[in-house]
């Protein structure tokens, strides 16, 4: 997960016409879920803090962009839920939390 460092339009994204991002702060999750019933489904934690810290210091939020940890090996794809996708009882929805200290 990567901070992206400019503007965007949803109706403008194409694979090979995407915002830029920054690697400060980026952070890699390798967790193989959903493979097989031996590998079943699950939930990804990503710390994010120093994204979020760079946003609060007065960096530009323009959002956070999920890749592949290699967009050229078929063995790391993610599939993830947007946010309208709706289980019912909130538990795959995905979501920022945020605990801060005022």
Not at 17 to 22: F, K, Y
Not at 40 to 54: F, H
Not at 59 to 76: K, P, W
Request: proline content about 4%.
């Amino acid at each position: 997960m990567r901070r992206i460092t400019s503007s965007w339009s949803s109706s403008d994204i194409a694979w090979s016409d995407q915002p830029s991002t920054t690697a400060t702060g980026a952070v890699t999750n390798t967790a193989a879920k959903g493979y097989s019933s031996d590998c079943p489904a699950g939930t990804m934690n990503l710390d994010i803090d120093a994204i979020v810290k760079a946003w609060a210091g007065g960096s530009s939020t323009y959002g956070l962009r999920i890749a592949g940890a290699s967009e050229t090996d078929s063995y790391t794809w993610r599939r993830f839920r947007s946010a309208n996708y709706v289980s019912g009882d909130g538990s795959t929805e995905p979501h920022l939390t945020v605990a801060y200290n005022p």
